[in-house]
């Protein structure tokens, strides 16, 4: 999907949305939005095992929240003009943290597998640091690829409303459901989107070389 590379798109809705954050320290946004991912996560374990239903809709309005407010904080830092290089690796951080939370929650509901998430993890935290690293060698940070953290928490939207509208269990006797269906994906498009950040990092290291 790529929609990490729309990000300027975005920009006219966030600043509409702006004000009613802009009273908060963009950190206190970070945090919040952490805990709230954190709370989705676990509701999304817990779905399927008591009341299916509440759980799974409760998860989905916090991960949505999670992820409006994740939005918002380097937006209102920067609108701020109180950006700063803490207030990044908090940020950063904290991201790390919510996806840890979310592909866990998946993977340890009864729709899910545990050995498909973690795999789906490592994928997806390989992704990230290929992003960062671009960054700390000296290049921009890197955005693309098909998987960006944007499509993920879109995804995971869109799996949750569909397992609460259309509950799925396991079929066939193996673990096809689309919670592991988007844990696959995971996978693959981590690790392809992974592939692509180091393939443009290193291209971009040549670069540099030859300037010099």
Do not use: C
């Amino acid at each position: 999907m790529g929609l990490d590379s729309y990000r300027k798109n975005a920009t006219p809705a966030l600043e509409r949305m702006s004000s009613a954050f802009m009273r908060f320290n963009p950190n206190t946004l970070t945090v919040i939005s952490f805990l709230l991912a954190l709370l989705s996560g676990i509701l999304i374990a817990l779905s399927g095992r008591y009341i299916p239903a509440i759980y799974l809709i409760a998860g989905l309005v916090s991960l949505v929240l999670s992820a409006i407010l994740d939005a918002m904080d380097g937006f209102v830092a920067r609108k701020k003009g109180i950006s700063s290089p803490a207030g990044d690796m908090l940020d950063h951080t904290f991201d790390r943290y919510s996806d840890m939370a979310l592909i866990s929650g998946f993977a340890f509901s009864i729709f899910g597998n545990i050995y498909i998430g973690i795999l789906a993890l490592g994928a997806v935290f390989m992704t990230s640091y290929m992003g960062t690293q671009a960054q700390a060698i000296g290049l921009r940070r890197n955005y693309g690829g098909v998987l960006g953290r944007a499509d993920r928490l879109v995804i995971m939207m869109v799996i949750l409303l569909v397992e609460t509208i259309f509950p799925f269990s396991y079929y066939f006797y193996i673990a096809i459901t689309p919670v592991n269906i988007m844990l696959v994906w995971f996978l693959i498009a981590g690790h392809i989107t992974a592939a692509k950040r180091f393939r443009d990092s290193m291209a971009g290291l040549r670069e540099m070389e030859i300037r010099k």
